[in-house]
């Protein structure tokens, strides 16, 4: 079955370290897009990609940082620099830059102690 | 600026009654409109999407929703909820003019009573 894959399910880090978080597709979608999810805040976005090789910052992407070196792959980095790393982030994808409807992953729940 | 207002925080309803969950978005030309619904813990499944056309569609789980430009909403109903129904459901627009954007709604989490 298609779909996106985002490991860990719970990830726990220590205040000061980096973190990395994966994302996988097998949709053979050309754009992917990460979101933070807070309660009452709904989704806001903080990188996507296009499509291989290029991103671009979404609202929120101080403290973060990305990759796209393969067309199935967009990890995220959260890194000391992001002031309040505790959230749900949601990994989605679409077909291409012009299609508008976002297939989702699960999520990665990282708590920052 | 484009916003996406869902009013109501939580709602409670009994099993086998009727929901309506309330969208109201802020975009001066015709937007593309979503509805997500999210299980505790889970990432976000595509309800339905309004493009053009039909004013009223249908979605997937006996959801539907109406899109009325005059008063600027997309709500959500179902005539009979089921507890597996209980969820957070997000409304969401996406600007089709410059810079391609998803705005989402802060949700609405639904709780079935049985």
């Known amino acids: 079955d298609g779909g996106i894959t985002q490991s860990p399910k719970y990830l726990f880090r220590k205040e000061g370290q980096n973190v990395t978080l994966s994302c996988e597709q097998n949709?053979?979608?050309?754009?992917m897009y990460w979101y933070r999810q807070d309660p009452g805040q709904g989704l806001r976005l903080i990188y996507y990609s296009q499509i291989v090789n290029d991103f671009q910052k979404g609202d929120i992407a101080e403290g973060y940082s990305v990759s796209r070196e393969k067309k199935e792959s967009f990890p995220l980095t959260v890194t000391s620099a992001q002031k309040n790393p505790t959230a749900f982030y949601l990994c989605a994808s679409t077909r291409d830059w012009h299609s508008y409807e976002q297939y989702f992953g699960p999520g990665t729940r990282l708590t920052v102690t | 600026a484009q916003s996406v207002t869902q009013p109501d925080i939580h709602i409670t309803v009994s099993e086998g009654a009727s929901l309506e969950l309330r969208c109201n978005y802020s975009?001066?030309?015709?937007?593309?409109l979503f509805w997500y619904v999210q299980s505790p813990g889970q990432g976000l499944q595509l309800l339905l999407k309004y493009f053009s056309g039909d004013t009223l569609v249908q979605g997937i789980k006996g959801f539907e929703a109406e899109f009325k430009r005059s008063q600027s909403s997309f709500n959500l109903r179902k005539p009979s909820v089921h507890w597996s129904d209980a969820a957070e459901y997000f409304c969401a627009v996406v600007r089709t003019s410059g810079t391609y954007k998803y705005i989402f709604g802060t949700g609405t989490r639904l709780k079935v009573l049985a």
């Open positions: 975009y001066g030309a015709t937007p593309y």
């Open positions: 949709l053979n979608h050309d754009a």
